[in-house]
Structure formats: structure tokens, C-alpha cells
């Protein structure tokens, strides 16, 4: 038999026949209850029945038109929907496939529209693992040891990380905003600088909320400069921090975003990510500068459609708050009763718990056991942060009171495990 690629290394044991809604069903003849939405993506839950149904007809319908070659109906009404959502002033829009593409296509964009070349990203980032994208991911070294030289003319620049430092949240802030006034002035000179990108909730990097201070510190500064500012909403986005972008959490009376990219829960688990700019910016791509062979596909936008319809008619953004609140109490009181969980952070179902050592360092390895563990009991889950040493739980926005209670009572029992010195054995 021909063999899997050694770094194709799994998560969790599970090989997937099926999926419905937040349970995913093994060929092990397990039912477990996912709390990965494959990254993020089965916003909906897995097949949900108004996303298939819009699928399978649109399969029978047009496959494939590429946009720019041929228009389809799916894209046009798509893009009239995201801009019933989209901040105001967004108001020009195209796609690619996947979260890397979109930053890339960011990147491109903003250098065309300024003339400039240098972009800064925020540390513990990930945007991606492309050339480009990558070149902006310090969330892990794992993403850039031994492929570099990477695309030159980054440079970045500290995120407000109150945790790791055991600061208050204002020391951070005021940290990370004047090491980003020193970079300016002694690094990256403004006007040589294009763009900031930046996550509202830190994702691969550890599940960090934003600061309301710090993202508008960075708007005041791209105004001053001229300098736009891209948020990459490829995790943050449609409704999954329980506002349908996780910047809305941070954003006062003034518009945060020059340019937004949205991918992952946006179609439900088909490849789509979107750029989102006002036109007169957008204007600024050089033809033939941005696309791609498989951007906009039909299907995947005929999925999105019935997504952000889903969202609508089940009220998921509203469930996705309110589910969040419940897992992210649940999380702290287990936290409570375990000294190995350093810090519980999130944002509507972005929710993680960070392993520390009793000296307060990271703990992967404990982190790493908590994962094993829950995935022996039936809950996946996936490891974040720099080191791994946190456990983040992303379930798709249908996820019930009850699934939120069931999960927090496996986690419990594999944090338990994991710490006690007695854990399950993994081939059991
Ligand atoms: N940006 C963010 C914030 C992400 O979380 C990810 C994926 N985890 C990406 C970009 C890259 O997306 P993709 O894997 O679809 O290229």
C-alpha cells in the first residue's frame, strides 16, 4: 500500500466517515464530539442539511465558471451578502480559496495602493504558510525553521500579552503600542510602510483576545502615516467570536479595517476567503495582479450563501456568545480546581486553557496529554500557542447548552487524568 507522507501527522486517532452537526462518527464505530470544526471551518456543524442541499444543486447546476472569465449567479449574490455584513465602506470584493491566498492577495493589494513596500505583523500572528503569509507567522518557529529566506520587508512587532509576562492588560498595551512607535522610528520609516495586519483574537498564536486600546492605537497610527490596516478575520470571522467579526468586539465609533479577510466558516467547510476593501482601494490591484484558476467556485459560493442563511435563520451568532460565555465559565472553574491551567482565555467559541509548569513556564507535554485524553473519551480538540502548551476549543456554532456542559465534563475528567499520573493508555 502506498504510505501517507510522515508529516500528514494526526491530531487526534480518528480516521472520519461521517460528520452530522457537532459529532463526528469514526471508523472505529465512535461517535465523538468535535470541538475542532476541522480548524475552525463546519461553522454550521458538519452537513448541515441547508448547506448540502444548496451544494448538491448547484453541483447540478455549474461546477466551475472562473470569474474572471465567466460571472455566476452564486458569486454575485454572495458578494451582495457579505456586504449586508461587511463594516461600511467595504464595499468591493473578491475571492480565492484559502485563508494564506487572501493575506497574500492583502499584501499585494496594499503595495499597490501605497507604493510602499514594508508590512508589519504583530507577534504570535499566523497568517498563513505560503511564502508570503508565512513570512508573517511568528505564532511558532515550527512554520519557518529551515524554508526561509522568507518575503522580505516584514517586520514585527509586539501583540499585548498580559499573560506571559504576568503584567495588568494596560501594561501590555502600553508596551506593545510604544515598541511599535520605536519600530517606526527606527526600523520600518512610515513612509516606507504599507500596512499593519493583525488577528482580533490571536489564533494559532494562543487564543489571545485584542484590546480595544491597541487596535485603535493601531488605526490612529495608520491614519497618521497613511498606512492601511488589514484584519485578518480568517478565524475571527462570521460570527464565530459571538459577533459576526471578532473586530466588532474592539471596534468604537470609527471603522478599524482598510482591508478584511474572511475564509474558513464562511462556507461551511468548501475552500473559499474573501478580500473585502473600499473600491477606490481596491482600484489600486494592477490588473492581472490578483485571481486565481479556482477563486469564487460556484459550489463553494452557493455553500456560503446557505451558511450566512443558516447563521441568519438560527440566530448563530447570538448562540455562538452565549455558548461561548457558558464554555469559558466552565473552562475557569476547572482551571480553579487544576493548578496545571496557568491561564483561561476567549472570546465567544474561541475558547483555550494554557498549561503551565508550577514555576509558571508553558507545559506542553501536560498540554499535549490533556489532548490525548479528551480524544480517548470522545472530545477532539487541537493544541495552540507557540509551544503547543494550549488547548483551544473552536465546536461549530450550532453547538448546544448541553453539548458545552458534555464536553466540560470530558474535559474535567481528561485534565484529571493527564495530571493525576494515572492517564488512559492511547492504543486502549
Ligand atoms: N489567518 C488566520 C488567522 C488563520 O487562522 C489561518 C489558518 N489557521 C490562516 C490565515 C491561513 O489559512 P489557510 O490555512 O486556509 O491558508
Not at 154 to 165: K, L, N, S
Request: hydrophobic share 40%; with cysteine.
Amino acid at each position: 500500500m502506498t504510505a501517507l507522507s510522515p508529516q500528514l501527522k494526526q491530531a487526534t486517532p480518528v480516521l472520519a466517515e461521517r460528520g452530522e452537526g457537532v459529532h463526528l462518527f469514526g471508523a472505529d464505530g465512535r461517535r465523538y464530539l468535535d470541538f475542532t470544526a476541522g480548524i475552525g471551518v463546519t461553522s454550521t456543524g458538519h452537513c448541515h442539511p441547508v448547506v448540502v442541499r444548496a451544494a448538491q444543486h448547484q453541483v447540478g447546476t455549474l461546477i466551475h465558471g472562473q470569474y474572471t472569465t465567466v460571472m455566476h449567479r452564486p458569486l454575485l449574490e454572495l458578494t451582495d451578502r457579505l456586504g449586508e455584513v461587511l463594516p461600511s465602506g467595504l464595499d468591493s470584493l473578491f475571492y480565492v480559496n484559502s485563508g494564506s491566498e487572501a493575506v497574500e492577495a492583502a499584501v499585494r493589494l496594499a503595495r499597490h495602493a501605497t507604493g510602499r513596500q514594508n508590512i508589519v505583523a504583530f507577534h504570535g500572528g499566523f497568517h498563513g504558510r505560503t511564502m508570503g503569509a508565512g513570512a508573517l507567522t511568528t505564532s511558532s518557529t515550527k512554520f519557518r525553521a529551515g524554508i526561509g529566506p522568507m518575503m522580505p520587508g516584514v517586520a514585527i512587532a509586539p501583540f499585548p500579552t498580559a499573560f506571559r509576562h504576568g503584567w495588568p492588560q494596560e501594561q501590555a498595551v502600553d508596551f506593545a503600542l510604544d515598541e511599535l512607535d520605536y519600530l517606526l522610528a527606527t526600523v520600518c520609516a512610515p513612509e516606507d510602510t504599507a500596512a499593519f495586519i493583525v488577528e482580533p483574537v490571536l489564533g494559532e498564536g494562543g487564543y489571545v483576545p485584542a484590546d480595544t486600546r491597541f487596535l485603535r492605537g493601531l488605526r490612529e497610527r495608520a491614519d497618521r502615516y497613511g498606512i492601511l490596516l488589514v484584519l485578518d478575520e480568517v478565524q475571527t470571522g462570521v460570527g464565530r467570536t459571538g459577533r459576526f467579526w471578532g473586530h466588532e468586539h474592539f471596534a468604537t465609533e470609527t471603522r478599524l479595517p482598510d482591508i478584511l479577510i474572511t475564509a474558513k466558516g464562511l462556507a461551511s467547510g468548501f475552500p473559499l476567503s474573501a478580500i473585502a476593501a473600499p473600491s477606490a482601494l481596491m482600484a489600486n490591484a494592477r490588473p492581472g495582479s490578483q485571481g486565481g484558476t479556482y477563486g469564487g467556485n460556484a459550489v463553494a459560493c452557493a455553500a456560503a450563501l446557505a451558511t450566512l442563511d443558516v447563521i441568519r435563520e438560527e440566530k448563530l451568532v447570538a448562540n455562538a456568545a452565549e455558548q461561548g460565555a457558558r464554555l469559558l465559565a466552565g473552562l475557569r472553574s476547572t482551571a480553579g480546581a487544576h493548578p496545571a491551567i496557568g491561564d483561561v482565555r476567549g472570546l465567544g467559541l474561541m475558547c483555550a486553557s494554557e498549561f503551565t509548569d508550577p514555576d509558571g513556564r508553558p507545559d506542553p507535554a501536560t498540554a499535549a496529554r490533556v489532548q490525548q485524553e479528551a480524544s480517548a473519551r470522545g472530545l477532539l480538540l487541537l493544541t495552540c500557542g507557540a509551544l503547543g502548551n494550549t488547548v483551544r476549543m473552536i465546536p461549530p456554532l450550532i453547538v448546544t447548552a448541553e453539548q458545552v456542559d458534555e464536553a466540560l465534563t470530558l474535559w474535567s475528567e481528561a485534565v484529571t487524568a493527564a495530571t493525576s499520573g494515572s492517564n488512559t493508555r492511547l492504543d486502549d
